[in-house]
């Protein structure tokens, strides 16, 4: 009965979208206060129905309900607790319903956060929201309802492939699912301006802070998959350049630009239609994403297999709502104004840059994951673009990106000279030299450009630094004062601040992470070691021992480590588990790390013989952390800019500016 | 076989990955091995979703390290194992598309894309320049250059 109730919610959820998006239209059109009112309600209300859909589910998961074909699919009685949850949102039906929460989330929020805004622009906003939720949720209901019953239900579940059991694993999905969906707040607003034909610093101001929160999000959750595929995958690869990564990365790559080009639209009323075409665009690469993962076209291993209709159906929605709002974006962006001349050396020229980079970057990305596609279907032949590709191309454009950065965050609006910009960044670009010398001489891989590598990363890292402390006075007020003044920055500055040292630190773990890993492996027999780097490895037993639904052999691997300083010992636990549900053999790899640095060890399959033996792989990661600190820097940069005064504020008008009259000729 | 389960049978196999050092498979002359290993990273694992024969522990892969390790161990160029490669599987072995016709698109486009929208941004009108001033208010300028004191005393 319980279930019944989760479908019929749903599709209560779908009702009241449509509704949202009805009532917004005409609250619009007919400049009504109720009607409006009557959208935002709606909009309340999808939420409410849609997360009692989704409480349903999980309710179903965790009661192991397998007379519901998805928790049949997905689940099983002896997972544990945290499995049965993630399971929820494991399979292709119930991440639709995640995506749908995420979706009526933020409806919600711009109905219950969006007071400041003006009555007309928070109502169509609100319009074009529900009419999204409509569509996806109508896309849930009728193609992908994860509420369809087993006439004849098992008595035990399939499970959930075990490599998703995992807590990273079980926890990304919501991070990701609510950036991917938060830029289509951006996105609603975005269209609604384009209907309003109003786009201007206020509407910048508006739109910022949704897109920091989603592009915050959506930094965690590739992160947490990134750090699951580290360690998860067992050779402690990171990044594959994979269809479905890059299309979590597209939107990511869009949001930056969008960041960056909402500044200036917001503090100097240029660049209005640039930034409603990339508000319009990252919400569209999220469809796409969606799209790609869940229709099967793509080889990758996130994917989900679910079959093509499903997917050509997702691909009409995909066409209308960007063709849509493309459309609308020709028609009514010659009409937007666009003030603020500024001069090519200036904030205003570097920001452009840096748009222009991302930007190229973004579609270099969409590019080497579609170009397949297109070229299977243009020959009959098949073609990889892999990492390869990706490191030719987005390499440099990023590296360029990344080498001006610094120098952009300190020229000054409208017109700046290099000069003084040089001087203050001096010290920076001493120390950066010193450390890409130093990686000269330590890394024979590679080393010329893993000297640049590092030499950008430390540039970034201290010229953002340099920026900060000298916004705060240092070099012209005294310590103290500077102290004082550090303290008191708007927190928009220690956010940026904060973001572009992420980029910094992320960039320096994954140069010195490629170019400085060690890698052994050796048939080890109980008793014998292995030399990794100044590690050495004794594999001390093997035992098996029962998990709650999978059964291990785990190694006991002495690590001795030599070098400076006193000689350390430790354990470390690697195994491999079987998972009888799903007949499969997953490896559990064990991590040791020591100041940024991982020591990795996977332990293989038992080798029969005489004596029994074992193959034993090993990995040095040198500042392996540094490469998922990095984006978790970066979303904290995001959110302390989120928590900043000025964009809480959003004044509901524009700054009042006092009347210029003609100067003194009045007399 | 369903596609649901032909995934879960592949991820079986990415699970394992990372076989590429396995010592049994590696060549003794240190910098032979150094460029089979480079070689396996541009080149895909067939069977598998998205991963390089370095990395992939799947049989196939095996086979091809071997045959590479091979070609290389005997003092083939690097190019003539590529070519070899494609010869025998088609473009699609290699995770670095060769540079040809069909593909010449995917390879200008970031940066022709780079140049044109560097070039959209400096051609770039942003608004109508002020228009000049008449005649009228030159002469008003002027006046008020020519007046002494500032603005506000004169108010």
Redesign the interface.
Known sequence: MIVEFGAFSLILAFVLSGAQAGFGFAGYRLRSAPLRGAAEGSAFGALIATLAAFLVLMFAFVTSDFSVQNVADNSHTDKPLIYKIAAVWGSHEGSMLLWNLALTGFGAAVAGFGGRLPKGLKGLTLAVQGLLGFVFLGYTVFASSPFVRLLDPPVQGASL?P?LQDPFLAIHPPFLYSGYVGFSVVFSFCVAALIEGRVDAAFARWVRPWALAAFSLLSVGIVLGSFWAYYE?????WW?W??VENASFMPWLVGAALLHSAVVTEKRG?LTGWTVFLGLSAFSFSMLGAFLVRS?VL???H?F?V?PKRGSILLVILALSVGAALSLFVWRAPSL??????A?VSREGAL?LNN??L??AA??VA??TL?PLI?QAA?G?????????FN???GP?MGVCLLILPLGTFLSWKRASLGPVARKLAIAALFALVAGGVALAIFKTNALFTALGVFIAVWLILGALSELLSRAGLGRLGLGQVGRRLVSLPRGSWGMTLAHIGVGVFLLGAVVETAGRI?????LHLGEAMRVGNVTLTLQSAEFHDGPNYTAERAVVRVDRQGQGAASSSRMTPERRFYPA?R????QVAIETHGGSDLYV?FGERREGARPSW?V?AYFNPFARLIFLGPLLIAAGGLLSLSDRRLRLAPGAKARVKPAGP????? | M???T???A???I??????A????ERLTDPKAEGRARALF??V?CLVC????ID?SEADLAADLRRVIRREVASGVSDSEVRAFLVARY????????PLDL??L???V??FA??GG??WL??SRK??PPPAPLSPEECE?LKG?AASPG??????
Do not use: C, I
Request: hydrophobic fraction near 50%.
């Open positions: 492939n490599v995958l067992g050779w402690g690869g594959f994979d269809p240029a099967g080889g990758s291993v994917a297999a079959d104004k666009s003030g603020g001349l500024f090519l452009v222009l980079f930007a190229t579609l270099t590019a080497g170009f070229y020959t032949h098949g073609l990889s673009v892999g990492a390869p590709f030719l191309t987005f454009l890698e052994q492996a050796q048939v799903r499969q053999t997953v490896s996977v193959l792989r100067v003194g000729v009045s007399a | 369903s596609a649901r032909l995934v879960v592949l991820l079986g990415f699970m394992l990955a990372g076989a050092g396995d010592p049994a990273r541009e895909r979703q998205n991963e390089s990395d088609g473009k699609f072995v290699l995770l670095k598309p069909s593909t698109a995917l390879w486009l970031p894309a780079l929208g560097a941004a400096l942003p608004s008003r008020l500032d603005g506000a005393n004169a108010a």
